[in-house]
């Protein structure tokens, strides 16, 4: 049977049930290095995620013109 793909949701509730774990300090070496390879792996999933989801998002904009369109949606650099 195939594993099912978790949610954006569900990694990320995992991630940090991984977290809140290790942040604990009671764990065995082999436990913290397993749920550390866990972590990395949830982590990339969620960045996976993200970026396919923001590839999707758009940006209605009016025209002068009264006119909608879409563009990308672009992420502002802060300066």
């Known amino acids: 049977m195939a594993k099912k793909t978790k949610s954006f949701e569900e990694a990320l509730t995992r991630l940090e049930e991984i977290v809140t774990s290790m ?36 940006m209605l904009s009016a025209e002068l013109d009264g006119q909608i369109s879409e563009k990308p949606f672009e992420l502002r650099e802060e300066e």
């Open 23 to 58: 942040e604990e300090g009671e764990l065995s070496l082999d436990d913290t290095v397993r749920l550390y390879k866990e972590g990395v792996s949830l982590a990339a999933l969620c960045g996976g995620k993200l970026t396919e989801a923001r590839q999707q998002v758009t």
